[in-house]
């Protein structure tokens, strides 16, 4: 008889789990707490605007693509992408820069701003495009069973790069403020600030300029339906409305043996959690968790976040399709943020008008946008600062913009640290997981095979390799195969 799998969660690590496991042989059934598929990339419709609820900016297509040919497929089978240009829109106190599609365009552009400047980018992303090939080809496809896994002697001659950080070199590369600003902001994806990010993940720049922003047609939804169908073509089942609320040990299996929804009770051969690692060992008796509160409260979490997701009664000129609003100071937000866990005085935020490349996020002649300032985890949560910071930003964005828009919201919806909580489970309302420092990277992140019960295991962005949705694929990945080798089909 085949063996079942039930998976926790519906986010994009178990839905890549789920296919490589239904493909290896095993019963697989998915278990969603949430109404809907997604996890936090679920999504939300209104008064016919779409939005994604979480994240938009598709990096590293060359995970995608590994993901759906390990499967004979392409994600052309399923979505079409189109490569976004500009990128990406910086918004400075004194200048608005675009980020074009091409590295070429990209040094030009570095060199109109300060001399020199271009050369200097074209090395580093040279040197960053090795370590993007190195930590695809060696790294991050590892369980973190084994420091021994990442042994070699290309690695081992990176070492140095774990005791830089992309702070420091964006410092000594560049003179100008908003470079090295521009630099910094793709490690902010890992969950971190840039001076606690070691220099060798200055592959996610390479990702950034090399590999460029590409948008799914239909939005990251798109990626989420995309594997649904396949793992429902596959064999997978999928449960909504299903949140696990016990796991009931066979003590002398050493093995999780009964999950409890609210009205059913499931009899596991193997259980895989994607939901938040914390939370899933909150379900077991205390005797058989791994990681105590202790543990978590050292951890340096991603921020939470405060999204606003807006529809608006009239198109909105002058943005990009991405925006991201540094026209305040970066410093003063991280400390809020990292040091002080307070609520920032004057936020950093990032905007995202979809309908700028897909007319189908919005009706005709309106526009959906998405607000996203970073915040502490693990504060107090207030839906009448929500109120307040709503004005603030849409004030901030009518002077960008060069009209007023307060009257021309027609609904919003705001999503905080207390939604991550209640919606998703997040330790302390983290909104992208456990960040990628120093000391969070590969055997020092959480195990993904439990040490205490023989077929639970554990996925997505607070275990191998880190954040973010290439991370989650690539975790689903790596589970499966951990499975396969612990508990052979
Ligand atoms: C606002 C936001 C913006 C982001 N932007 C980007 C971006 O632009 N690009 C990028 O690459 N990444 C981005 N990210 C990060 C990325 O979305 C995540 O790292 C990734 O989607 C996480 O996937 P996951 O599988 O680890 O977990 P999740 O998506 O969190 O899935 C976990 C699931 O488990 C479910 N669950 C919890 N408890 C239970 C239970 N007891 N029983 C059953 N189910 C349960 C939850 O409901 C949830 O559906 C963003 C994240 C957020 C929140």
Not at 124 to 139: E, M, P, T, V, W
Not at 239 to 261: C, G
Not at 293 to 301: G, L, N
Request: glycine share 6%; with cysteine; net charge neutral.
């Amino acid at each position: 008889m085949k063996k079942n799998v039930y998976i926790l969660g519906s986010g994009f690590s178990s839905l890549a789990a789920s296919c490589y496991l239904a493909r290896a042989g095993y019963e697989v059934s998915v278990l969603e707490k949430n109404a809907h598929i997604g996890g936090r990339a679920r999504q939300w419709k209104h008064q016919g605007f779409t939005f994604d609820m979480g994240p938009s900016f598709y990096w590293m297509p060359d995970v995608f693509d590994t993901f759906f040919s390990d499967f004979e497929k392409k994600t052309s089978d399923y979505y079409s992408l189109h490569q976004l240009n500009p990128a990406y829109e910086v918004v400075f106190k004194n200048q608005n820069i675009a980020i074009p599609d091409n590295l070429d365009a990209i040094c030009k552009l570095f060199e109109s701003l300060e001399t020199g400047a271009g050369k200097k980018l074209r090395a580093y992303i040279d040197k960053a495009g090795d370590n993007y090939r190195l930590a695809i080809q060696n790294l991050v496809y590892q369980p973190g069973e084994s420091i021994f896994e990442i042994f070699t002697a290309e690695t081992v001659a990176k070492l140095p790069l774990f005791f830089g950080t992309i702070k420091k070199d964006s410092q000594r590369l560049f003179d100008e403020e908003e470079l090295r600003q521009i630099v910094q902001f793709p490690v902010l994806f890992l969950g971190a600030k840039p001076a606690q990010t070691p220099s060798f993940y200055n592959f996610m720049n390479y990702a950034d300029f090399q590999l460029g922003t590409w948008y799914p047609e239909g939005g990251m939804y798109a990626v989420v339906a995309a594997m649904v169908t396949l793992a429902k073509s596959l064999g997978v089942s999928f449960k909504t409305d299903s949140e696990v609320v016990k796991m009931v040990i066979d003590p002398k299996r050493k093995a999780v043996s009964e999950l409890h929804t609210q009205k059913h009770v499931f009899f596991p051969d193997i259980v895989l959690s994607g939901a938040d690692y914390a939370h899933t060992e909150q379900l077991l008796p205390a005797t058989y968790r791994q990681y105590q509160e202790s543990y978590w409260a050292k951890k340096v979490f991603a921020p939470s976040a405060l999204l606003f997701y807006i529809g608006f009664d009239c198109e909105i000129p002058n943005v990009a399709h991405h925006s991201l609003f540094f026209d305040t100071d970066f410093e003063r937000h991280a400390a809020a943020i990292y040091d002080d866990k307070t609520w920032p005085e004057d936020p950093l935020f990032y905007a995202s008008f979809p309908t700028k490349t897909d007319k189908t996020a919005a009706p005709n002649g309106k526009e959906a946008a998405i607000i996203l300032i970073p915040l502490a985890t693990a504060m107090q949560d207030d839906k009448s600062l929500h109120k307040s910071y709503f004005e603030m930003i849409l004030s901030r964005l009518s002077r960008k913009v060069g009209r007023s828009l307060q009257e021309k919201v027609l609904f919003y919806r705001s999503f905080g640290i207390d939604d991550f909580k209640k919606e998703y489970h997040a330790y302390g309302g983290n909104a992208y997981g456990l960040a990628n420092t120093l000391l969070q990277t590969h055997i020092l992140r959480p195990k993904m095979k439990s040490k205490k019960l023989h077929n639970l295991f554990f996925t997505g962005q607070l275990t191998v390799p880190g954040p973010g949705v290439p991370p989650a694929l690539i975790s689903g990945k790596i589970v499966s195969q951990l499975i396969q080798k612990y508990v052979p089909v």
